[in-house]
């Protein structure tokens, strides 16, 4: 409990500092307001875009269309990448089919292949929920893989001593033991799903709080900007809390021994 409390403290007193510092810097006046705005002036933006919207969307139809957007692409992550990334770790076939695409486009920065789905599927929601899409796929794909891979050999031979099938070895053994490893991708791939959002919003977008950020630094808002960058920091660490309890409700024997 002392130490819970402990670390508590230091993360309040991180965000403390790092907002007195803000405050310093631009109470200061060496700063133009261009490139850091004022904690007050983002709070008055904040409040006028709550109030009047921008670019004849609300905020909370700004943020909507984005979460939309982000938890459709996420969801379909969820269902085809860990099923094909456990099964690519239980069976060396199948991980040599999809591996080598895999493999191939992760590195890819996004905007690298986004042209190329905008030119195949056109500029609406299509192309930006499947570079979305893709940029989820790859980290809960490796993620279930090395989940599979790592498993002791222990498990499963004991397993067949039982006289356990391949599929019952598959659902009672590797599954579970692969947990870890899964909600670990499915984390990772949140925070890159997240960050490809602007991207996402580039094209032929009219709301979104990527868009929105993109659209005020055009017009050199940076406090706009900040202001969108902290709702949509404060969002993805929400999300992030979310998987996190999820995961403890789900692997409820994770840290006991």
């Known amino acids: 409990m002392k130490k819970w409390s402990t670390e508590r403290i230091l993360t309040v007193g991180t965000v403390v500092v790092v907002f007195v510092v803000w405050f310093l810097v631009t ?20 409040v006028d875009v709550a109030k009047d919207g921008y670019k004849g969307h609300t905020l909370l139809q700004h943020l909507a269309t984005s979460l ?8 379909l992550v969820v269902v085809t990448a860990v099923p094909l990334g456990l099964l690519s770790g239980y069976n060396s076939k199948i991980r040599a089919i999809l591996e080598p ?4 486009y992760r590195p890819l920065p996004p905007l690298a292949y986004y042209t190329i789905l905008v030119l195949w599927m056109g500029i609406d929601e299509g192309s930006k929920l499947a570079l979305l899409y893709l940029a989820g796929f790859a980290p809960v794909y490796i993620s279930c893989v ?18 356990a099938n391949k599929w019952q070895i598959f659902f009672y053994v590797i599954f579970p033991a692969a947990l ?7 984390r990772t791939a949140l925070g890159v799903e997240y960050t490809t959002l602007v991207a996402a919003e580039m094209v032929a ?14 017009y050199l808002r940076s406090d706009i900007v900040f202001m969108g960058v902290i709702i949509m920091g404060i969002t993805g660490i929400l999300l992030d809390r979310i998987i996190r309890f999820v ?6 024997w994770k840290g006991r021994s």
């Open 146 to 163: 090395a989940g599979v891979i790592r498993i002791k050999e222990d498990y499963i031979n004991g397993a067949k001593t039982l006289g």
């Open 205 to 218: 977008a009219t709301a979104g709080m990527g868009w929105l950020v993109l659209d005020a630094s055009n």
């Open 247 to 252: 995961e403890g409700k789900v692997i409820h």
């Open 101 to 104: 695409i895999v493999e191939f």
């Open 180 to 186: 870890t490893d899964v909600f670990t991708g499915l």
């Open 68 to 75: 939309q957007r982000l938890v459709i692409a996420y969801l």
């Open 27 to 46: 109470a200061i006046g060496n700063v133009s307001e261009t490139i850091i705005p004022s904690p007050a002036s983002v709070w008055e933006s904040f």
